[in-house]
């Protein structure tokens, strides 16, 4: 017999709220997922200004509030998906998501992704372990 355990809805105030008919991230038979995250500051409609590498670095905290939001985090990230608006920012991109995963990174994709919402550089989504 396989258990399956009903989806979580998670939401943190620590990561920017969601602005449509989505969750910031959802517990499922033991894997978070999150929606995908662009560089906007938590409780604003502010999206983060520095260029890639400043935008990297909020996505990526975002994606990290939602994970420990769900009781995970990202040593716990098994995948990624990520979108820049420009594939010639993907050296400046890795060097800050390097940061993030300094062991044994996740597995990834990474694409080219025209009119990313607002305007924004990148937009990333993650899938991690409940429980490692």
Sequence with gaps: MVYIMPKQV????????????YSQGVIANGFVFTAGQ?????GTSDLRQGGIEAQTR??????????EAAGSGLDKVVKTTVFL???KDFAAFNAVYSEFF????????TV?????????LIEVEA???LEA
């Excluded at 998670?10 to 008919?21: E, K, Q």
């Excluded at 662009?38 to 938590?42: D, V, Y």
């Excluded at 996505?59 to 994970?67: D, E, P, R, S, Y």
């Design 10 to 21: 998670i939401s943190t105030d620590n990561a920017p709220a969601a602005v449509g008919a």
């Design 58 to 67: 909020q996505v990526m905290n975002n994606i990290k509030a939602v994970l």
């Design 38 to 42: 662009i560089p906007l500051i938590p």
């Design 127 to 129: 899938v991690a372990l």
């Design 112 to 120: 080219q992704a025209g009119g990313l919402p607002i305007g924004a």
């Design 102 to 109: 300094p062991t044994d990174p996740p597995a990834r994709t």
């Design 85 to 87: 608006a420009d594939i």
